[in-house]
């Protein structure tokens, strides 16, 4: 064979794609989503955290998996860095591998959802269209995106990790909002600015707007 074919190449890999999927079924299984559910007390549900580097996806997640957990709810985090790590550490930061590690999130976030968890995820996830694609993968109803849009300036002067020096200085490619653009959602079910809001604020507008009854430790819905 020429190696030297993509063409050639590409079709085999086609080809093994369409073999997996064809051999592959659906099975059904007794316990459903909402028996856990049920077990559980509360709805399970997505909350998705995007916005630059910096701007408080994580510092929000956290926050709000302290407080739903302290009241009897059951939740997961799932951080961008911490991820990467591991399920997608073979995962650079070119746009087709970003476009692969929201879709594995996704798809992660899809199934603990399943299980009757509030899942969190804070993640840059810069591309709309691979926003888009993790609400098709989780189910509009149950996709809550909440963005994150404290400003590129104060951002780059908190630099809690130290990559928009890295950027500046050339050690750092494909920075999201310095090399790479950073699309900011159109219609996101929330808008926080984390450069004008005090952490407790930005909690008690999200909690709001969730609506999650603390007191009786049920997430309504919102």
């Not at 051999?23 to 077990?39: P, Y």
């Not at 993790?134 to 149950?142: H, P, T």
């Not at 909690?207 to 009854?213: A, D, F, S, T, Y």
Request: aromatic residues 4%.
């Amino acid at each position: 064979m020429d190696t030297t074919s993509r063409q050639l190449v590409a079709s085999g890999e086609a080809t093994h794609d369409q073999q997996c999927v064809s051999n592959v079924f659906q099975q059904s299984l007794t316990v459903t989503r909402g028996d856990r559910e049920r077990l559980k007390g509360h709805r399970g549900r997505v909350v998705w955290f995007t916005g630059l580097s910096g701007a408080g996806k994580s510092t929000l997640a956290n926050a709000l998996e302290v407080a739903l957990h302290e009241n009897g709810l059951h939740t997961y985090v799932l951080d961008a860095d911490n991820i990467r790590q591991g399920l997608n550490k073979d995962l650079d930061f070119s746009n087709a591998d970003r476009a692969e590690n929201v879709r594995r999130i996704a798809e992660v976030a899809r199934l603990m959802m399943d299980a009757g968890l509030i899942v969190l995820v804070a993640l840059i996830s810069p591309f709309r269209r691979d926003r888009e694609l993790a609400k098709g993968l989780i189910g509009i109803e149950d996709f809550y995106e909440v963005y994150v849009s404290t400003s590129l300036d104060i951002c780059e002067k908190r630099d809690v990790k130290g990559l928009y020096k890295k950027a500046r200085t050339g050690q750092l490619t494909n920075l999201s909002g310095v090399q790479s653009t950073y699309e900011a959602p159109d219609a996101p079910a929330l808008v926080l600015d984390c450069g004008q809001l005090l952490l407790s604020d930005a909690m008690n507008i999200l909690l709001e707007n969730l609506g999650v009854n603390l007191q009786g430790g049920v997430m309504i819905g919102g």
